[in-house]
């Protein structure tokens, strides 16, 4: 041993020396870094379980076929059906034309919507339910057997009235209804639907205008227009006067920078049938071709439209 030198060394006790003094200090400097890292986690955990809480845990109120119930903030549509055993909903059955079943369940599935608006089924299991989201659970409806249908025309009525003014107005068009019988595919039922279109009546009544307050006459002037219509209109013109005119198809085409006068000054056009026959002596398909003619004609000559008619003679039955 070399003298001088000592266990303890010149510095004293053992442990004192500039070596002993770097391990303290090193020791120091690890239970510093611990105490960050044990910091660090448990900030961490905190952050990391707000999220989880904000994300998964949190309970959010939803109203369910008008009964509130709370539920997790991520709880998707499917979830909830499948944990509540879809809220006793079921999709429809299969039936057959009488109604009665054929297979449970195998109509049209539930319908499910949020806040009135309906989910597609292949969206559920990815749609989540907003807080305070208004959840509708329906059971679907039934569907019908494949079946043939035929049907027979159910006439409709006429309440027709000509007698009791100068003018008729067509307040509604007559319509057929239809009489369905439904024959099952699958089941061989044979079923009369009854009445499933409900016939709709002509109804014709009649009109004397009479203005309040108001003294008037109606001037028409009839079969034209014609080379007289030039010179009754400068009169008419001249007084200040205004008329109707009841034209006629074909005569519409002979003259139809007349026509167009007529309607450039103010005065009212109407048809007056195409060939101005005799139209109770018309079948019905001979009547109703004469009429379209008369208005199809008016609409080549001068571009105008018009649905009043006045029957050549003034012979306009109910027939017609």
Known sequence: RRAGKTRGNEYGEYGAGPDNGRRGRGRHRLIAFVAILVILALAGGSVGGWWMWDRHWRQIPITVNGTSMKVSVDMTLGRLLRDNGDFDAH?????????????????????????????????????????????????????????????????????????????????????????????????????????????????????????????????????GPSKYSGPILDILKEKGVKAT????????????????????????VASHSNTHPDMPTLSRDALRAEIIAGLSNMKKASGHVTKVLRAPYGAFGKKQ
Not at 122 to 129: K, Q
Not at 255 to 261: G, I, Q, T
Request: proline letters at 6%; glycine letters at 10%.
């Open 91 to 223: 999709p429809g059955n299969l039936v057959d034309v009488a109604g009665d079943m054929i297979e449970k369940h195998a109509g049209k599935p539930i319908v499910v919507s949020i806040n009135g608006a309906a989910v597609r089924r292949d969206a559920i299991d990815s749609t989540t339910i907003p807080q305070d989201g208004m959840v509708m659970v329906t059971s679907g409806e039934d569907v019908t057997e494949d079946h043939t249908v035929s049907k027979e025309t159910v006439p409709h009525g006429e309440s027709i009235d000509i007698a009791g003014g100068s003018i008729q107005i067509l307040k509604q068009a007559g319509k057929d209804g239809v009489h369905e019988y439904w024959v099952g595919k699958r089941s061989g039922k044979h079923v009369d639907k009854g009445v499933t279109v409900e016939p709709q009546d002509t109804i014709v009544v009649p009109l004397n205008p009479r203005p309040e307050g108001k003294k008037v006459i109606a001037l028409t002037f009839d079969d």
């Open 245 to 268: 005119f009841f034209d006629v198809g074909e005569e519409c085409l002979s003259f139809p920078d007349a026509e167009k006068r007529m309607l450039e000054e103010g005065h009212q």
